[in-house]
């Protein structure tokens, strides 16, 4: 059965350092998103790209944050100075013309 | 008012019980609604959607009332691997399909 893949599955970052968080949709999807958890807290949106550019983006999405998708495969978001609040599970889904979205399993990024 | 809402309980019940989770809604121009199950430090997976008057899959049941806003999950003869957090979910009325999340109720089911 085909799933969205996310890596790596922990990152531990220095405050201030860009991270890179990398996420595999199920292929021939459309719709692709970034959420965030915070421990202990609800899922809340970040973002949605569709046909290559950002749909949709929430007030947690400034300036430090950004996706790609670099290759047609590959989904990605970038923090550029990362803060000790951005700790959390970052979770990727993708969804096709349906109403399900997919889950990958999240990378738990860690800010010293 | 918070957009989705929903009691964090923990709802401990034994093997065996029914169990009810609520939940409300504050955007009534939402058209889909869904419950997701998450195991601790876990991705969410849909359990089931609701889109009208409810369905029922197998132990579960979901019911929608778009005049209250109100949106509940029935887990009947619940077992030991029900325990998870059950999070409501509704869309944001918009073309997106951004989701809106309540913070999930908690669930422990005891031998």
């Known amino acids: 059965e085909p799933e969205v893949t996310q890596t790596p599955s922990h990152q531990v970052t220095q405050m201030g350092q860009e991270v890179i968080l990398r996420c595999v949709p199920i292929s021939n999807h459309l719709y692709f998103y970034w959420y965030r958890q915070i421990l202990g807290q609800k899922v809340e949106f970040l973002v949605s790209f569709y046909n290559n550019e950002i749909s949709e983006k929430s007030e947690i999405f400034d300036d430090q944050f950004s996706v790609e998708r670099p290759d047609g495969s590959n989904f990605t978001l970038k923090i550029r100075s990362t803060k000790l609040e951005d700790s959390a599970m970052y979770f990727c889904a993708s969804q096709d013309g349906g109403y399900e979205q997919f889950f990958g399993p999240g990378t738990r990024l860690t800010v010293l | 008012r918070k957009e989705v809402e929903q009691d964090p309980g923990p709802f401990n019940v034994p093997e065996g019980a029914t169990v009810a989770f609520n939940c409300t809604y504050s955007?009534?121009?939402?058209?889909?609604f869904f419950w997701y199950r998450q195991d601790c430090r876990k991705e969410p997976k849909l359990l089931m959607s609701v889109y009208s008057s409810g369905n029922e899959d197998g132990r579960f049941t979901a019911q929608l009332n778009r005049a209250s806003q109100y949106i509940s999950l029935l887990i009947r003869d619940s077992k030991l691997s029900d325990s998870a957090t059950y999070l409501c979910v509704g869309d944001n009325a918009g073309n997106n399909r951004k989701l809106i999340w309540g913070l999930g109720t908690s669930l422990a089911v005891n031998p």
């Open positions: 955007n009534s121009a939402s058209q889909s």
